[in-house]
T-cell receptor
Framework: DAGVIQSPRHEVTEMGQEVTLRCKPISGHNSLFWYRQTMMRGLELLIYFNNNVPIDDSGMPEDRFSAKMPNASFSTLKIQPSEPRDSAVYFC????????????FGPGTRLLVL | GQQLNQSPQSMFIQEGEDVSMNCTSSSIFNTWLWYKQDPGEGPVLLIALYKAGELTSNGRLTAQFGITRKDSFLNISASIPSDVGIYFCAGRGISGGGADGLTFGKGTHLIIQP
């Protein structure tokens, strides 16, 4: 199994630019999660999908952040416009779902907004 | 929201020593997970616990789901250099079924001196 795939692995952009992060979950998993990791706040859940439907987006910082899951094998997290405080590592994770799920993480996208 | 307190924040130990870390919650969890994160990578699941009192081992790692359902412990016996990394606990509370997101502790940084 290829595991969760994220792209790009690294992203450096200037403040105000649009950033799009991509995730391909493990085949057959029906839940997908986006996390943000910083030194100050640790791992924070941003949003999660179940069967391609957003279930809880209460962790999304503000309207500049949006996430989509057009099909079972692809999701995007978009930041528009980006700000320096958005610099972090963004992880995507997937799971089979259900009441006893195990989440499997991708390698992360390291975002630096200058 | 749910809070997880993970301790210690960091550990400096000698190779061969045993390691203990724990997480406590202000609310009841019905699932406890322990992850390890290597530098530049995403968290990788080590052990999953689903029942109060459950004790589960994975090689030199042993984790327990506390009887009160508000805590969990991870022990590593006879530490080796490759055990270095950040260990995260994660829990899922009793908020109904479905693909609820996990709450993560802030992590325990394990550093091993040869």
């Amino acid at each position: 199994d290829a595991g969760v795939i994220q792209s790009p692995r690294h992203e450096v952009t200037e403040m105000g630019q649009e950033v799009t992060l991509r995730c391909k979950p493990i085949s057959g998993h029906n839940s997908l999660f986006w996390y943000r990791q910083t030194m100050m706040r640790g791992l924070e859940l941003l949003i999660y999908f179940n069967n391609n439907v957003p279930i809880d987006d209460s962790g999304m910082p503000e309207d500049r952040f949006s996430a989509k899951m057009p099909n079972a094998s692809f999701s995007t997290l978009k930041i528009q416009p980006s700000e320096p405080r958005d610099s972090a590592v963004y992880f995507c994770a997937s799971s089979l779902g259900g009441t006893q799920e195990t989440q499997y993480f991708g390698p992360g996208t390291r975002l630096l907004v200058l | 929201g749910q809070q997880l307190n993970q301790s210690p924040q960091s550990m400096f130990i000698q190779e061969g020593e045993d390691v203990s870390m724990n997480c406590t919650s202000s609310s009841i969890f019905n699932t406890w997970l322990w992850y390890k994160q290597d530098p530049g990578e995403g968290p990788v699941l080590l052990i999953a616990l689903y029942k109060a009192g459950e004790l589960t081992s994975n090689g030199r790692l042993t984790a327990q789901f506390g009887i009160t359902r508000k805590d969990s412990f991870l022990n590593i016996s006879a530490s080796i250099p490759s055990d270095v990394g950040i260990y995260f606990c994660a829990g899922r509370g009793i908020s109904g079924g479905g693909a609820d997101g996990l709450t993560f502790g802030k992590g325990t940084h394990l550093i091993i001196q040869p």
